[in-house]
């Protein structure tokens, strides 16, 4: 959706679609903006809740059921598991995607770790084309006059057609570029805690070839799962900066994080997105 600064700030009911990396602020930001007459809906969330919630589910109970008491106990009916995703404790969804690697030290086998990168990628891709219908749902059901959508951080990586084109259609689109000292930080706080990421299939395939040829491992699982994420995270996230600076361009507009941080009320982000439509 392309605005005059004019027009987007009388805008009676903002709609907005924050992209960027994860770690960039865009919950963050959110979290703000909720309890200021907007809705905040998490693409994460969504995932977790509606899409991937069965699977999560299988996974924590193929654990369970391998210790004996707990075993006995689910078979009979004595327990039951269930999943206590918030949207500010999505744990549950990156557990699930899990990491590539060595089963003993945590990992999944290729097959299964491919698997589970499928599911997700078509579960962000379901929870992004649910936007129009919660944006109905936030003003008529719940009241509330504005809607932010916090999406995931692998937006970019989805390549779905026609899905960009929906949410523009529907929504200001505003990217959160990290600067150059954020980048850093981003990356840092990926090597110290490697977490769970999804790879478009065909760069996984091409990381694999080159991780392993570099580290000389012959099998993947072989390969050490946090090692693999701290290697590969900087390469991941710096060939996902020219596919949002490429979104932004064709689609919405750009903010820094720099200039994000210095936003403490609802005001000033409605003024820092005027400002930024105003400079393109």
């Known amino acids: 959706m392309k605005l005059s600064a004019e027009e987007f700030l009388n805008w009676e009911h903002k709609s907005i679609t ?10 963050f930001l959110s979290t703000l903006l909720r309890n200021h007459d ?18 999560i589910l299988d996974n924590i109970k193929l654990q369970a059921m391998q210790v004996p008491f707990l075993r ?39 097959k299964e770790y491919k698997r589970r990168q499928t599911l997700h990628r078509e579960a962000e891709i379901q929870a992004m084309k649910d936007v129009p219908e919660f944006m109905n749902k936030a003003q008529c059901i719940y009241g509330f006059n504005h809607f932010i959508n916090d999406a ?14 929906m949410l523009a259609e529907n929504s ?3 990217y959160i570029k990290a600067s150059e000292e954020n980048e850093q930080m981003l990356i840092d706080r990926a090597k110290s805690a490697p977490k769970p990421m999804y790879y478009r299939a065909e760069f996984l395939d091409e990381l694999l070839d080159e991780y ?24 991941l996230f710096y060939s996902r900066i020219p596919r949002y600076d490429a979104i932004a361009e064709e689609y919405g507009y750009t903010i820094t994080t720099q200039e994000l941080f210095q936003v ?4 000033d982000f409605v003024e820092l997105v005027a400002k930024a439509i105003q400079r393109k």
């Open 172 to 174: 200001l689109i505003l």
């Open 72 to 110: 006995d106990l689910l078979r009979s009916d004595s327990i039951f598991i269930e999943n206590n995703i918030t949207v500010d404790h999505l744990k549950p969804v990156s557990t699930f995607m899990g990491k590539l690697g060595n089963v003993e030290a945590g990992g999944l086998s290729l």
């Open 18 to 27: 924050l992209l960027g990396m994860s770690g960039v602020g865009k919950t």
């Open 212 to 235: 392993m040829q570099e580290k000389e491992v012959s099998y993947t699982s072989m390969i050490d799962p946090d090692d693999f994420v701290r290697w590969s995270f900087p390469k």
């Open 152 to 165: 995931g951080g692998s937006m970019c990586e989805l390549d779905e057609p026609g899905l960009l084109d």
């Open 264 to 267: 403490k009320t609802e005001q």
């Open 38 to 55: 907007w809705f905040h809906y998490s693409g994460d969330y969504r995932i977790g809740t509606r899409y991937l919630n069965e699977v």
